[in-house]
């Protein structure tokens, strides 16, 4: 069966102070991976996604990035932490083919991200 | 463009009740429809996905129907307890193999 992991489950950090956080997944190849953000009584926005090593596409322009360094491991970063980053950060993945779709999608347990 | 609206937003029953979550989407081209539960701090739970071809899925006290034609889903819970209480929500998976969100029922089962 396919595992999805993500770390760390809370971090905080000064303003200013680079970020990686790093979603892998188990059981599956080739999936789709999405990083998504949820701020405080918000609902869920979608950062990046990817649908390859190598391949991010961004959602929405901002602060951070993300990375796709092998086929199950996403990685979101910043350079420099601000205020505005802090949120709940949840990974998830998907199956590429689309009959695999009728599978949905697994969310990951999230990080709490609190920038101070 | 694709719209998930839920409602209520919040719901407060006694525990024992049988309720009712609803959910409608203004694009019945969809690929399926899939309702989550969050629990306050915690990453999203999948409870019931329907396919677009399907009717309703049922799972334990759960059971959620699809009506693409009017654009409604609904999630039927039998026998509410309170660790039932959480966020419930909704997406479908739209045209594009984008999640489009509903803002979610907060609901809360009294002991």
């Known amino acids: 069966s396919q595992t999805i992991h993500q770390w760390p489950a809370t971090l905080v950090q000064p303003v200013g102070s680079p970020l990686s956080l790093e979603c892998t997944v188990e059981g599956t190849s080739n999936p789709n991976l999405y990083w998504y953000r949820q701020a405080a009584g918000r609902g869920l926005q979608l950062l990046f996604y990817s649908v390859g090593i190598g391949q991010i596409s961004s959602e929405v322009p901002q602060n951070l990035s993300a990375s796709r360094p092998q086929d199950r491991q996403f990685i979101l970063s910043s350079k420099k932490l601000l205020l505005s980053d802090s949120g709940f950060y949840l990974c998830a993945w998907s199956f590429r083919v689309l009959r695999d779709f009728n599978y949905g999608y697994t969310f990951g347990s999230g990080t709490r991200l609190t920038v101070v | 463009k694709q719209e998930v609206t839920q409602i209520p937003a919040a719901l407060s029953v006694p525990e024992g009740e049988n309720l009712v979550l609803n959910c409608s989407f203004t694009?019945?081209?969809?690929?399926?429809l899939q309702w989550f539960r969050q629990d306050p701090g915690k990453g999203l739970t999948s409870l019931l996905l329907?396919?677009?071809s399907q009717r309703e899925q049922t799972s334990g006290r759960l059971n959620a129907s699809l009506d693409k034609s009017s654009g409604r889903s609904t999630l039927y819970i039998a026998a509410s307890q309170p660790g039932d209480s959480a966020t419930y929500l909704c997406a479908v998976i739209d045209s594009n193999y984008q999640l489009i969100w509903g803002a979610g029922t907060k609901l809360i089962i009294k002991p």
């Open positions: 329907i396919q677009s």
């Open positions: 694009d019945s081209a969809i690929y399926n």
